[in-house]
Protein backbone atom coordinates (compact mmCIF):
# COMPACT_ATOMS: atom_id res chain seq x y z
CA UNK A 1 0.00 0.00 0.00
CA UNK A 2 2.72 2.61 0.80
CA UNK A 3 4.51 1.18 -2.28
CA UNK A 4 1.24 1.85 -4.53
CA UNK A 5 1.26 5.52 -2.63
CA UNK A 6 5.00 5.90 -3.17
CA UNK A 7 4.39 5.59 -7.12
CA UNK A 8 1.50 7.62 -7.32
CA UNK A 9 3.59 10.67 -6.21
CA UNK A 10 6.59 9.73 -8.55
CA UNK A 11 6.54 11.62 -11.92
CA UNK A 12 5.74 9.02 -14.42
CA UNK A 13 9.13 10.69 -16.76
CA UNK A 14 11.12 9.27 -13.58
CA UNK A 15 9.45 6.06 -13.12
CA UNK A 16 9.99 5.85 -16.94
CA UNK A 17 13.77 6.26 -16.62
CA UNK A 18 13.73 3.71 -13.68
CA UNK A 19 12.60 1.35 -15.96
CA UNK A 20 14.72 1.70 -18.82
CA UNK A 21 17.60 2.22 -16.29
CA UNK A 22 16.55 -1.51 -15.24
CA UNK A 23 16.51 -2.48 -18.31
CA UNK A 24 20.20 -1.57 -19.70
CA UNK A 25 21.44 -3.25 -16.39
CA UNK A 26 19.50 -6.19 -17.27
CA UNK A 27 20.79 -6.31 -20.89
CA UNK A 28 24.39 -5.78 -20.00
CA UNK A 29 24.43 -8.39 -16.93
CA UNK A 30 22.90 -10.88 -19.32
CA UNK A 31 24.87 -10.01 -22.77
CA UNK A 32 28.57 -9.93 -20.78
CA UNK A 33 28.79 -13.70 -20.16
CA UNK A 34 27.62 -14.39 -23.89
CA UNK A 35 30.03 -12.17 -24.90
CA UNK A 36 32.59 -13.78 -22.82
CA UNK A 37 31.67 -16.94 -24.16
CA UNK A 38 31.42 -16.09 -27.52
CA UNK A 39 34.70 -15.01 -27.33
CA UNK A 40 36.15 -18.30 -25.96
CA UNK A 41 34.75 -20.34 -27.89
CA UNK A 42 36.72 -17.84 -31.08
CA UNK A 43 40.07 -18.74 -28.69
CA UNK A 44 39.75 -22.07 -28.76
CA UNK A 45 39.55 -22.40 -32.63
CA UNK A 46 42.35 -19.73 -32.46
CA UNK A 47 44.68 -21.90 -30.41
CA UNK A 48 43.97 -24.64 -33.05
CA UNK A 49 45.29 -22.69 -35.64
CA UNK A 50 48.45 -21.62 -33.62
CA UNK A 51 49.41 -25.13 -32.90
CA UNK A 52 48.80 -26.63 -36.34
CA UNK A 53 50.72 -23.64 -38.23
CA UNK A 54 53.76 -25.04 -36.22
CA UNK A 55 53.43 -27.93 -38.40
CA UNK A 56 54.25 -26.05 -41.68
CA UNK A 57 52.52 -23.62 -44.19
CA UNK A 58 50.90 -27.03 -45.85
CA UNK A 59 49.45 -28.05 -42.68
CA UNK A 60 48.08 -24.88 -41.61
CA UNK A 61 46.50 -24.54 -44.82
CA UNK A 62 45.06 -27.71 -44.68
CA UNK A 63 43.55 -26.67 -41.44
CA UNK A 64 42.06 -23.19 -42.69
CA UNK A 65 39.95 -25.32 -45.45
CA UNK A 66 38.46 -28.25 -43.06
CA UNK A 67 38.04 -25.10 -40.03
CA UNK A 68 36.39 -22.98 -42.64
CA UNK A 69 33.87 -26.20 -43.97
CA UNK A 70 33.12 -27.16 -40.55
CA UNK A 71 32.09 -23.74 -39.33
CA UNK A 72 30.10 -23.40 -42.14
CA UNK A 73 28.06 -26.39 -41.63
CA UNK A 74 28.27 -25.84 -37.36
CA UNK A 75 27.20 -22.07 -38.31
CA UNK A 76 23.82 -23.44 -39.95
CA UNK A 77 23.33 -26.28 -37.26
CA UNK A 78 23.62 -24.15 -34.52
CA UNK A 79 21.09 -21.25 -36.11
CA UNK A 80 18.70 -24.19 -35.66
CA UNK A 81 18.78 -25.27 -31.89
CA UNK A 82 19.16 -21.66 -31.41
CA UNK A 83 15.24 -21.58 -31.47
CA UNK A 84 15.60 -22.60 -28.01
CA UNK A 85 16.27 -19.59 -26.77
CA UNK A 86 13.23 -17.77 -28.08
CA UNK A 87 10.90 -20.61 -27.29
CA UNK A 88 11.94 -21.14 -22.97
CA UNK A 89 12.87 -17.03 -22.71
CA UNK A 90 8.82 -16.78 -23.54
CA UNK A 91 7.57 -19.86 -21.18
CA UNK A 92 9.78 -18.16 -18.65
CA UNK A 93 8.33 -14.85 -18.99
CA UNK A 94 4.70 -16.47 -19.17
CA UNK A 95 5.45 -18.25 -15.50
CA UNK A 96 8.67 -18.40 -14.21
CA UNK A 97 7.52 -21.99 -12.22
CA UNK A 98 6.66 -23.41 -16.43
CA UNK A 99 8.46 -26.32 -15.38
CA UNK A 100 7.39 -28.94 -17.45
CA UNK A 101 6.73 -26.52 -20.71
CA UNK A 102 10.66 -25.41 -20.54
CA UNK A 103 11.67 -28.93 -19.62
CA UNK A 104 10.23 -30.43 -22.32
CA UNK A 105 11.40 -27.59 -25.33
CA UNK A 106 14.85 -28.47 -23.92
CA UNK A 107 14.77 -32.25 -24.23
CA UNK A 108 13.42 -31.68 -28.04
CA UNK A 109 16.06 -29.15 -28.65
CA UNK A 110 18.62 -32.14 -28.16
CA UNK A 111 16.41 -34.28 -30.52
CA UNK A 112 16.80 -31.69 -33.67
CA UNK A 113 20.72 -31.43 -32.85
CA UNK A 114 20.87 -35.14 -32.94
CA UNK A 115 18.66 -35.30 -35.93
CA UNK A 116 20.73 -32.27 -37.78
CA UNK A 117 23.71 -34.21 -36.95
CA UNK A 118 23.29 -37.11 -39.14
CA UNK A 119 23.41 -35.00 -42.18
CA UNK A 120 25.96 -32.76 -41.17
CA UNK A 121 28.94 -35.91 -40.60
CA UNK A 122 27.54 -36.87 -44.33
CA UNK A 123 28.73 -33.90 -45.81
CA UNK A 124 32.09 -33.74 -43.29
CA UNK A 125 32.93 -37.27 -43.89
CA UNK A 126 33.04 -36.11 -48.05
CA UNK A 127 34.79 -33.15 -47.24
CA UNK A 128 37.67 -33.83 -49.42
CA UNK A 129 35.34 -34.17 -52.36
CA UNK A 130 33.88 -31.24 -51.53
CA UNK A 131 36.82 -29.34 -51.23
CA UNK A 132 38.00 -30.37 -54.46
CA UNK A 133 34.67 -29.56 -56.33
CA UNK A 134 35.80 -26.00 -54.92
CA UNK A 135 38.74 -25.90 -57.06
CA UNK A 136 41.06 -26.20 -53.87
CA UNK A 137 44.56 -28.43 -54.39
CA UNK A 138 44.25 -32.38 -54.41
CA UNK A 139 47.02 -33.02 -51.63
CA UNK A 140 45.49 -29.72 -49.03
CA UNK A 141 42.03 -31.60 -49.63
CA UNK A 142 43.21 -34.73 -48.83
CA UNK A 143 44.52 -33.50 -45.54
CA UNK A 144 41.50 -31.08 -44.84
CA UNK A 145 39.66 -34.12 -45.26
CA UNK A 146 41.33 -36.39 -43.03
CA UNK A 147 41.37 -33.88 -40.02
CA UNK A 148 37.59 -33.38 -40.70
CA UNK A 149 36.74 -36.97 -40.05
CA UNK A 150 38.65 -36.59 -36.52
CA UNK A 151 36.38 -33.14 -35.70
CA UNK A 152 33.19 -33.97 -36.82
CA UNK A 153 32.54 -35.48 -33.97
CA UNK A 154 32.74 -32.16 -32.45
CA UNK A 155 29.59 -31.28 -33.76
CA UNK A 156 27.10 -32.97 -31.31
CA UNK A 157 28.32 -32.16 -27.91
CA UNK A 158 28.97 -28.70 -29.25
CA UNK A 159 25.23 -28.92 -30.20
CA UNK A 160 24.27 -30.01 -26.79
CA UNK A 161 26.44 -27.63 -25.10
CA UNK A 162 24.92 -25.02 -27.00
CA UNK A 163 21.13 -26.12 -26.06
CA UNK A 164 22.26 -26.09 -22.86
CA UNK A 165 23.87 -22.56 -22.73
CA UNK A 166 20.78 -21.01 -23.98
CA UNK A 167 18.46 -22.83 -21.36
CA UNK A 168 20.52 -21.70 -18.63
CA UNK A 169 20.60 -17.74 -20.27
CA UNK A 170 17.26 -17.81 -20.48
CA UNK A 171 16.52 -18.57 -17.43
CA UNK A 172 18.65 -15.61 -16.34
CA UNK A 173 22.04 -17.75 -15.80
CA UNK A 174 24.47 -17.47 -18.43
CA UNK A 175 27.72 -17.63 -16.15
CA UNK A 176 27.83 -21.54 -16.17
CA UNK A 177 27.84 -21.30 -19.51
CA UNK A 178 31.02 -18.88 -19.72
CA UNK A 179 32.71 -21.13 -16.80
CA UNK A 180 32.68 -23.90 -18.90
CA UNK A 181 33.72 -22.50 -22.00
CA UNK A 182 36.50 -20.67 -19.90
CA UNK A 183 37.15 -23.52 -18.42
CA UNK A 184 37.76 -25.80 -22.13
CA UNK A 185 40.82 -23.32 -22.84
CA UNK A 186 43.79 -24.72 -21.07
CA UNK A 187 42.56 -28.48 -21.24
CA UNK A 188 41.79 -28.25 -25.27
CA UNK A 189 45.38 -26.36 -25.65
CA UNK A 190 47.16 -29.45 -23.21
CA UNK A 191 45.27 -31.78 -25.46
CA UNK A 192 46.16 -30.53 -28.87
CA UNK A 193 50.00 -30.15 -27.68
CA UNK A 194 49.54 -33.44 -27.11
CA UNK A 195 48.12 -34.89 -29.67
CA UNK A 196 49.39 -32.54 -32.63
CA UNK A 197 52.83 -33.18 -31.67
CA UNK A 198 53.19 -36.28 -30.01
CA UNK A 199 53.94 -35.01 -25.86
CA UNK A 200 53.52 -36.46 -22.74
CA UNK A 201 53.82 -40.04 -23.73
CA UNK A 202 50.40 -39.23 -26.57
CA UNK A 203 50.73 -40.51 -30.04
CA UNK A 204 52.18 -37.60 -32.39
CA UNK A 205 49.05 -37.53 -35.04
CA UNK A 206 49.59 -33.86 -36.63
CA UNK A 207 46.08 -32.47 -37.97
CA UNK A 208 44.22 -35.42 -36.75
CA UNK A 209 45.47 -34.69 -33.28
CA UNK A 210 43.93 -30.88 -33.58
CA UNK A 211 40.70 -32.86 -34.56
CA UNK A 212 40.61 -35.34 -31.57
CA UNK A 213 41.38 -32.66 -28.95
CA UNK A 214 38.58 -30.68 -30.02
CA UNK A 215 36.30 -33.89 -29.91
CA UNK A 216 37.39 -34.20 -26.27
CA UNK A 217 37.04 -30.86 -25.36
CA UNK A 218 33.74 -30.21 -27.02
CA UNK A 219 32.68 -33.29 -25.15
CA UNK A 220 33.73 -32.60 -21.51
CA UNK A 221 31.92 -29.20 -21.81
CA UNK A 222 29.23 -30.74 -22.56
CA UNK A 223 29.55 -33.28 -19.74
CA UNK A 224 30.35 -30.10 -17.55
CA UNK A 225 27.86 -27.97 -18.03
CA UNK A 226 24.98 -31.42 -17.86
CA UNK A 227 26.12 -31.60 -14.59
CA UNK A 228 25.27 -28.38 -13.43
CA UNK A 229 22.09 -28.85 -14.95
CA UNK A 230 21.46 -31.90 -13.12
CA UNK A 231 23.29 -30.57 -9.90
CA UNK A 232 22.86 -26.81 -9.21
CA UNK A 233 19.34 -25.95 -7.37
CA UNK A 234 18.17 -23.65 -10.01
CA UNK A 235 18.32 -25.49 -12.99
CA UNK A 236 17.65 -29.59 -11.81
CA UNK A 237 13.80 -28.64 -10.99
CA UNK A 238 13.75 -28.53 -14.34
CA UNK A 239 14.63 -32.08 -14.75
CA UNK A 240 15.90 -31.37 -18.76
CA UNK A 241 17.10 -35.22 -18.85
CA UNK A 242 14.28 -36.94 -16.99
CA UNK A 243 11.52 -35.81 -20.11
CA UNK A 244 14.16 -36.89 -22.88
CA UNK A 245 12.39 -39.26 -23.89
CA UNK A 246 8.55 -38.18 -24.35
CA UNK A 247 7.57 -37.38 -27.22
CA UNK A 248 6.55 -33.64 -27.81
CA UNK A 249 5.98 -33.73 -31.45
CA UNK A 250 4.26 -29.50 -31.22
CA UNK A 251 7.22 -28.53 -29.67
CA UNK A 252 9.71 -30.40 -31.92
CA UNK A 253 8.02 -28.69 -35.01
CA UNK A 254 8.17 -25.24 -33.14
CA UNK A 255 12.07 -25.48 -32.98
CA UNK A 256 12.29 -26.62 -36.55
CA UNK A 257 9.87 -24.06 -37.58
CA UNK A 258 11.43 -20.89 -35.88
CA UNK A 259 15.43 -22.25 -36.05
CA UNK A 260 15.48 -23.41 -39.40
CA UNK A 261 15.18 -19.42 -41.10
CA UNK A 262 17.77 -18.79 -38.33
CA UNK A 263 20.06 -21.33 -39.89
CA UNK A 264 19.26 -20.19 -43.45
CA UNK A 265 19.85 -16.54 -42.21
CA UNK A 266 23.03 -17.53 -40.73
CA UNK A 267 23.96 -19.67 -43.85
CA UNK A 268 23.38 -16.57 -46.41
CA UNK A 269 25.85 -14.78 -44.42
CA UNK A 270 28.53 -17.12 -43.73
CA UNK A 271 28.18 -17.46 -47.70
CA UNK A 272 28.29 -13.58 -47.92
CA UNK A 273 31.57 -13.22 -46.25
CA UNK A 274 33.03 -16.37 -47.16
CA UNK A 275 32.60 -15.97 -51.00
CA UNK A 276 34.01 -12.23 -50.39
CA UNK A 277 37.42 -14.26 -49.90
CA UNK A 278 37.03 -16.21 -52.65
CA UNK A 279 36.76 -12.99 -55.16
CA UNK A 280 39.46 -11.33 -53.10
CA UNK A 281 41.99 -14.43 -53.92
CA UNK A 282 40.84 -13.47 -58.00
CA UNK A 283 41.48 -9.43 -57.40
CA UNK A 284 45.23 -10.55 -55.82
CA UNK A 285 47.19 -11.90 -53.05
CA UNK A 286 48.26 -8.78 -51.30
CA UNK A 287 44.44 -7.88 -51.70
CA UNK A 288 43.42 -11.63 -50.19
CA UNK A 289 46.07 -11.17 -47.18
CA UNK A 290 44.93 -7.51 -46.19
CA UNK A 291 40.88 -8.90 -46.40
CA UNK A 292 41.98 -11.66 -44.02
CA UNK A 293 43.39 -8.99 -41.66
CA UNK A 294 40.79 -6.70 -41.74
CA UNK A 295 37.90 -9.40 -41.89
CA UNK A 296 39.54 -11.07 -38.68
CA UNK A 297 40.21 -8.14 -36.96
CA UNK A 298 35.58 -7.30 -37.87
CA UNK A 299 34.96 -10.77 -36.82
CA UNK A 300 36.05 -10.17 -33.34
CA UNK A 301 34.28 -7.11 -32.92
CA UNK A 302 31.49 -9.09 -34.06
CA UNK A 303 31.28 -11.07 -30.98
CA UNK A 304 30.28 -8.52 -28.56
CA UNK A 305 26.96 -7.27 -30.96
CA UNK A 306 26.26 -11.15 -31.36
CA UNK A 307 26.43 -11.22 -27.95
CA UNK A 308 24.19 -8.25 -27.31
CA UNK A 309 21.62 -10.01 -30.28
CA UNK A 310 21.56 -13.17 -28.24
CA UNK A 311 20.64 -10.92 -25.04
CA UNK A 312 18.34 -9.01 -27.00
CA UNK A 313 15.99 -12.55 -27.94
CA UNK A 314 15.99 -13.65 -24.23
CA UNK A 315 14.79 -10.20 -22.38
CA UNK A 316 12.42 -9.54 -25.47
CA UNK A 317 11.24 -13.36 -25.31
CA UNK A 318 10.56 -12.71 -21.64
CA UNK A 319 8.52 -9.67 -22.03
CA UNK A 320 6.93 -11.45 -24.90
CA UNK A 321 5.57 -13.86 -22.91
CA UNK A 322 4.53 -12.23 -20.07
CA UNK A 323 2.25 -10.16 -22.40
CA UNK A 324 4.16 -6.58 -21.69
CA UNK A 325 3.97 -4.30 -24.76
CA UNK A 326 6.17 -1.64 -23.06
CA UNK A 327 8.65 -4.07 -21.74
CA UNK A 328 9.00 -5.69 -25.14
CA UNK A 329 10.25 -2.32 -26.46
CA UNK A 330 12.26 -1.75 -23.70
CA UNK A 331 14.05 -4.90 -24.40
CA UNK A 332 14.77 -4.21 -27.91
CA UNK A 333 15.37 -1.18 -28.17
CA UNK A 334 18.01 -0.84 -24.58
CA UNK A 335 19.96 -4.07 -26.34
CA UNK A 336 19.96 -1.55 -29.95
CA UNK A 337 21.22 1.45 -28.02
CA UNK A 338 23.71 -0.69 -26.43
CA UNK A 339 24.91 -2.30 -29.18
CA UNK A 340 25.38 0.83 -31.40
CA UNK A 341 27.17 2.62 -27.69
CA UNK A 342 29.71 -0.20 -29.18
CA UNK A 343 29.79 -0.10 -32.59
CA UNK A 344 30.70 4.05 -32.29
CA UNK A 345 33.27 3.12 -30.20
CA UNK A 346 34.76 0.05 -32.04
CA UNK A 347 34.47 2.29 -35.16
CA UNK A 348 36.47 5.15 -33.51
CA UNK A 349 39.52 2.99 -33.13
CA UNK A 350 39.08 1.11 -36.25
CA UNK A 351 39.79 4.62 -37.77
CA UNK A 352 41.92 6.36 -35.45
CA UNK A 353 44.47 3.49 -34.99
CA UNK A 354 44.61 0.93 -37.46
CA UNK A 355 47.79 0.41 -37.72
CA UNK A 356 48.44 -0.53 -33.94
CA UNK A 357 45.44 -3.38 -35.00
CA UNK A 358 47.20 -4.73 -37.83
CA UNK A 359 50.79 -5.04 -36.13
CA UNK A 360 49.24 -8.01 -34.15
CA UNK A 361 49.17 -9.83 -37.62
CA UNK A 362 52.29 -8.42 -40.04
CA UNK A 363 55.65 -6.98 -38.86
CA UNK A 364 55.69 -3.36 -40.86
CA UNK A 365 59.48 -3.40 -40.55
CA UNK A 366 59.57 -5.79 -42.82
CA UNK A 367 59.09 -4.10 -46.66
CA UNK A 368 57.35 -6.77 -48.49
CA UNK A 369 54.66 -6.20 -45.58
CA UNK A 370 53.95 -2.71 -46.65
CA UNK A 371 51.30 -3.19 -49.60
CA UNK A 372 49.20 -5.46 -47.28
CA UNK A 373 49.45 -3.37 -44.42
CA UNK A 374 48.44 -0.43 -46.60
CA UNK A 375 45.44 -2.29 -48.29
CA UNK A 376 44.21 -3.63 -44.68
CA UNK A 377 44.18 0.29 -43.17
CA UNK A 378 42.26 0.74 -45.94
CA UNK A 379 39.82 -1.87 -45.52
CA UNK A 380 39.86 -0.94 -41.80
CA UNK A 381 38.30 2.34 -42.72
CA UNK A 382 35.43 0.36 -43.96
CA UNK A 383 35.02 -1.94 -41.27
CA UNK A 384 34.64 1.00 -39.63
CA UNK A 385 31.82 2.50 -41.58
CA UNK A 386 30.08 -1.11 -41.57
CA UNK A 387 30.39 -1.66 -37.00
CA UNK A 388 27.22 -0.25 -36.81
CA UNK A 389 25.47 -1.34 -39.33
CA UNK A 390 26.70 -5.29 -38.73
CA UNK A 391 25.62 -4.33 -35.01
CA UNK A 392 22.54 -3.40 -36.22
CA UNK A 393 21.12 -6.05 -38.15
CA UNK A 394 22.33 -8.60 -35.81
CA UNK A 395 20.74 -7.04 -32.53
CA UNK A 396 17.76 -6.85 -34.99
CA UNK A 397 17.83 -10.18 -36.13
CA UNK A 398 18.10 -10.75 -31.76
CA UNK A 399 15.17 -8.61 -30.84
CA UNK A 400 12.76 -10.03 -33.58
CA UNK A 401 14.11 -13.82 -32.79
CA UNK A 402 12.42 -12.92 -28.88
CA UNK A 403 8.84 -12.57 -30.60
CA UNK A 404 9.73 -15.61 -32.89
CA UNK A 405 9.66 -13.76 -35.89
CA UNK A 406 12.68 -15.45 -38.22
CA UNK A 407 10.71 -16.05 -41.78
CA UNK A 408 11.04 -12.31 -42.72
CA UNK A 409 14.48 -11.88 -41.47
CA UNK A 410 15.52 -14.74 -43.54
CA UNK A 411 14.26 -12.86 -46.46
CA UNK A 412 15.75 -10.01 -45.49
CA UNK A 413 19.56 -11.56 -45.41
CA UNK A 414 19.08 -12.99 -48.59
CA UNK A 415 17.94 -9.63 -50.10
CA UNK A 416 20.04 -7.46 -48.24
CA UNK A 417 23.22 -9.97 -48.53
CA UNK A 418 23.02 -11.44 -52.02
CA UNK A 419 20.19 -8.79 -54.14
CA UNK A 420 22.04 -5.93 -52.86
CA UNK A 421 25.77 -5.92 -50.78
CA UNK A 422 26.99 -8.54 -53.77
CA UNK A 423 25.94 -6.81 -56.81
CA UNK A 424 27.01 -3.63 -55.92
CA UNK A 425 30.37 -4.97 -54.08
CA UNK A 426 31.13 -6.76 -57.69
CA UNK A 427 30.35 -3.92 -59.77
CA UNK A 428 32.42 -1.44 -57.75
CA UNK A 429 35.23 -4.11 -57.48
CA UNK A 430 35.55 -4.92 -61.56
CA UNK A 431 33.92 -2.36 -63.36
CA UNK A 432 33.82 0.76 -61.31
CA UNK A 433 38.02 0.27 -60.72
CA UNK A 434 37.87 0.33 -57.00
CA UNK A 435 39.33 -3.65 -56.78
CA UNK A 436 39.09 -4.52 -52.97
CA UNK A 437 37.74 -1.68 -51.47
CA UNK A 438 34.57 -1.64 -54.11
CA UNK A 439 34.05 -5.59 -52.54
CA UNK A 440 34.31 -4.08 -48.94
CA UNK A 441 31.51 -1.19 -49.88
CA UNK A 442 29.35 -3.92 -50.83
CA UNK A 443 29.90 -5.56 -47.47
CA UNK A 444 29.06 -2.52 -46.01
CA UNK A 445 25.86 -1.95 -48.06
CA UNK A 446 24.60 -5.19 -47.80
CA UNK A 447 24.96 -5.25 -43.76
CA UNK A 448 22.97 -1.33 -43.90
CA UNK A 449 20.51 -3.11 -46.12
CA UNK A 450 19.89 -5.87 -43.58
CA UNK A 451 19.50 -3.58 -40.53
CA UNK A 452 17.29 -1.13 -41.99
CA UNK A 453 15.07 -3.90 -43.03
CA UNK A 454 15.29 -5.36 -39.68
CA UNK A 455 14.37 -2.03 -37.32
CA UNK A 456 11.84 -1.67 -39.91
CA UNK A 457 9.77 -4.38 -39.12
CA UNK A 458 10.55 -4.24 -35.34
CA UNK A 459 9.31 -0.83 -35.45
CA UNK A 460 5.98 -2.17 -37.07
CA UNK A 461 6.07 -4.82 -35.12
CA UNK A 462 2.39 -3.87 -33.77
CA UNK A 463 0.85 -3.18 -36.72
CA UNK A 464 2.16 -6.55 -38.30
CA UNK A 465 0.62 -8.35 -35.17
CA UNK A 466 3.86 -9.34 -33.96
CA UNK A 467 3.67 -7.57 -30.21
CA UNK A 468 1.77 -9.70 -27.22
CA UNK A 469 -2.27 -9.24 -27.83
CA UNK A 470 -3.88 -5.95 -26.34
CA UNK A 471 -5.81 -7.96 -24.03
CA UNK A 472 -2.37 -9.46 -21.91
CA UNK A 473 -1.59 -7.82 -19.04
CA UNK A 474 1.87 -7.99 -17.35
CA UNK A 475 2.99 -9.33 -14.41
Not at 178 to 189: E, I, K, M, S, W
Request: hydrophobic residues 55%.
Amino acid sequence: MFQAESDRRTPAGERAGAAWGRELLATLALAAPMVLSNLAATALATTDVILVGRLGPEPLGAAALATTLFHSVTMSATGLVTAVSPLVAAEYGRCRHAVRDISRTVGQGFWVAALICLPAWIVLAQGEIVLLAFGQRPELAASAGEYLRSLQWALLPNLGFVVLRLFMAALGRPGWGLAVALAGLPVNLLLAWMLIFGKLGAPALGLVGAGIATTITATLGFVALAAVAVTDRRFRRYHVFGRLWQTDWGRFRAIWRIGMPIAATLAFEVAFFGGSGLVMGIIGTTELAAHTIALQISALCFMVPLGIGQAATIRVGHAFGAGDRDAVGRAGWAAFATAMGFGCMTALVLIVAPSLLTRAFLDPTVPVNGPVIALATQFLFFAAVFQLADGAQVVGAGMLRGLKDTRRPMLYAAIGYWGIGTPIGLALAFKGGFGGAGLWIGLAVGLAAVALLHLGRWSRRERLGLAPAPAATAR
